[in-house]
């Protein structure tokens, strides 16, 4: 296959950071996506409708003339969320959900969650309101070893969460483990998970083996090979509670290459293809419109995408660097050769 043409797709999760960074990440998203979900782990963080608001004028004054796409904004929860902003948000189409942070587990999570039970009466408000619950799947405890946070956040948080709750929609942001895919698969239809690409292509020796490589250090942070399967298995199954988040993070280049690195990849300047990589090494190209495009649209209720993207296979090298700011930011494989572009809109 030397061309494939697809619905426009949607990214379920993406970082956009604030400020004068917009002008250099918006553009790569809003080249490929209609619309994104925009995580509020800003400094402060986007805690309320109004805050919300304004961050998204932001964004789309960076938005390149000609351009259309859509930010979906997702508010932070935190001890102190008040059950009528719940009430307020469900009212604003602008709003897609809250995002769950557990204080302490990822990049600007400091001001998230610390008592999970606590937060019982605003899940019941969103539940109530029909207002989606997406969720950073990792305990913070520093007894837990990192790669085992996502299963004991599972086994500890999230499944007693999803037996209390029956009616509230839940997104496994990111999952990356058997487990976590395992237990998306069992659960109901009003429980769905995210996925990137870079947990879909790479294991944990991507990050660590012959040298650190910190442009693949994210939270939660790579796996082991048997994990990486299974996510590979959920995304190409066809399954509707698998669809595309590419939590593309971008950091500035001193502070990823550091003695203590900020975690994120920067997959937003090749995120399709770095999908379509993925998908074709499974020997499904053929299911990664539905993956993209459809699954993610349908569990939020929002209607698919009209307009049509192009990709073809066209070998072209990553850039080895990208203006991020008046820094620059490191894209994920940069300098290297991806198989498959995007040549635009249909
Ligand atoms: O790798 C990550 N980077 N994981 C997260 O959860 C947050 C993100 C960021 O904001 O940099
Ligand atoms: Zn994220």
Redesign the pocket.
């Known amino acids: 296959m030397q061309r494939l043409s697809l619905t426009r797709p949607d990214d379920w999760h993406l ?1 956009l950071r604030d400020g004068a960074v917009l002008h250099d990440a918006v553009p790569h998203s809003a080249r490929q996506f209609a619309r994104a979900a925009i ?1 509020p ?1 800003l400094q402060p963080p986007v805690t309320t409708v109004a805050d919300a608001l304004g961050y998204r004028a932001r964004i789309l004054a960076a938005l390149p003339a000609g351009l259309a796409f859509e930010p979906l904004m997702v508010l932070y929860l935190t001890d102190g969320t008040a059950v009528e902003e719940i009430r307020r948000a469900a009212e604003e189409p602008r709003v897609l959900g809250w995002k769950l942070y557990p204080a302490g587990a ?3 999570s400091a001001a998230g969650v610390r008592d999970l039970a606590r937060l019982y009466p605003v899940l019941a408000a969103m539940e109530r309101h029909g207002v989606p619950l997406l969720v ?1 799947g990792e305990v913070a405890d520093p007894g837990v070893d990192i790669f085992d946070r996502e299963k004991v956040f599972v086994d500890r948080h999230l499944s007693p969460m999803v037996a209390h709750f029956p009616e509230l929609r839940i997104v496994l942001e990111h999952v990356t483990t058997r487990e976590g895919v395992q237990f998306v698969w069992d659960s109901g239809p009003r429980i769905a998970a995210t996925l990137t690409a870079h947990h879909l292509l790479y294991n944990r020796n991507a990050l660590l083996a012959g040298g650190v490589r910190p442009h693949f250090y ?2 939660p942070v790579l796996k082991r090979e048997h994990h990486r399967q299974a996510l590979l298995e959920a995304a190409t199954s066809g399954n509707p509670k698998f669809f595309l988040g590419t ?1 593309s ?1 971008p ?1 500035p280049r001193r502070q990823k290459e550091s003695a203590v690195g ?4 920067y997959t937003a300047p090749a995120a399709l293809e770095l999908y379509a990589a993925a998908f074709e090494a499974a020997g499904a190209l053929d299911r990664l419109e539905a993956f993209a495009s459809f699954h993610g649209a349908d569990f939020y209720g929002l209607p698919r995408n009209r307009e049509r993207i192009v990709m073809e296979r066209r070998p072209w090298s990553v850039p080895e660097r990208l203006p991020f700011g008046d820094q620059e930011a490191i894209p994920l494989l940069a300098g290297q050769t991806l198989e498959w572009r995007c040549a635009g809109m249909a």
């Not at 900020?262 to 990849?265: H, N, P, R, V, Y």
Request: aromatic letters at 0%; glycine letters at 6%; hydrophobic letters at 25%.
């Open positions: 970082h995580m782990n990822t990049t600007h950073h994210c939270l939590d993070a950091h900020c975690a994120g990849c």
